[in-house]
């Protein structure tokens, strides 16, 4: 059965809690844990990530680099 994307999170699947935000870097609709996740990502990028805003993936390999 498929999940409502309403209700759940898009990345890791649980209900969302007060708030359901989007991805800086997806059209995903997260969770708070995951946008925190997607936040910290955010910020080990100079100038947090501008060049990736809405870019579709998670640049993840990128990161690992540093
Ligand atoms: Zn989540």
């Not at 059209?27 to 708070?32: K, R």
């Not at 910020?43 to 990161?63: M, Q, V």
Request: aromatic content about 10%; charged content about 40%.
């Amino acid at each position: 059965m498929k999940k409502d994307p309403e209700k759940y999170c898009h990345r890791c699947g649980n209900k969302f809690g007060v708030s359901k935000l989007m991805s800086w870097f997806t059209t995903e609709m997260l969770c708070d844990e995951c946008r925190k996740k997607d936040s910290m990502l955010r910020d080990t990028f100079p100038n947090r990530a501008r060049d990736y805003e809405g870019c579709g993936f998670l640049p993840l390999d990128i990161k690992e680099k540093k």
